[in-house]
């Protein structure tokens, strides 16, 4: 008797086991993946949604590594925040959540964000990835890892990020750039005109004085 109630026994727990009843951290196994990418270009406020299964995404999801939990060492200056200019920033998102009476809409409707990342360009071309695991909360834990050229090329030239930047061209390059141009011009102008003045007044110096009537009374 004994020995058919150790067996029975047995057999519960092994088909509790393998059903997932009763086993302790049985939720905890499964992994929520995003399965949704915005994508907000540096120089544009339009967005761009792509979705598991698209080419797109799975480009996205080979650059940023959203499951990446390592940080790299980065320049003290880009800590503190003197960064390039990002070139795209992503938010990653689950759909398939919420419903009622949480929200209004329907058990399924609803997109959780899951984490933010944004990408740089190095003054070598390296692509950077600046990552956020919790947007919606105030901390300081950012991390930072490199990624893959080729990838990256790959959705620059797909457009994904906008118009094609020069590597390491930070905001504030950009502004030096115009500013350059600027001056540039500003002196062009400002030679040709003094050049133009002084051409006037020899030309005019140059050409005969008209006789006034009143002259020619005086002459007479």
Request: glycine share 14%; aromatic share 8%; hydrophobic share 40%.
């Amino acid at each position: 008797m004994i020995r058919r109630t150790a067996v029975v026994t047995a057999g519960l727990v092994m088909t509790g086991a393998f059903l997932g009843v009763g086993a302790p951290g049985a939720g905890a196994v499964a992994k929520d993946v995003p399965d949704l990418a915005i994508v907000i270009p540096g120089d544009s406020a339009r967005t761009r949604t792509v979705r598991s299964g698209d080419t797109g995404f799975a480009r996205l999801w080979d650059l940023f590594r959203p499951d990446e939990t390592e940080s790299e060492a980065v320049p003290p200056e880009w800590r503190e925040g003197r960064y390039p200019r990002a070139r795209a920033t992503v938010v990653w998102g689950l759909t398939g959540i919420g419903g009622w009476p949480y929200t209004e809409r329907a058990p399924g409707g609803d997109v959780a964000i899951e984490r933010q990342d944004q990408v740089f360009l190095a003054e070598d071309g390296t692509p950077w990835i600046r990552s956020d695991p919790a947007p919606d909360v105030a901390d300081d834990d950012v991390r930072w890892h490199r990624g893959a050229r080729k990838v990256y090329d790959r959705l620059e030239k797909a457009g994904m990020f906008g118009p094609a930047e020069r590597p390491g061209e930070s905001g504030a390059g950009l502004r030096a750039r115009w500013a350059l141009w600027g001056a540039l011009a500003g002196v062009a102008l400002g030679g040709g005109g003094a050049w133009g003045l002084r051409r006037w007044c020899a030309r005019r110096d140059a050409e005969p004085v008209a006789r006034e009537p009143r002259q020619e009374l005086i002459d007479l």
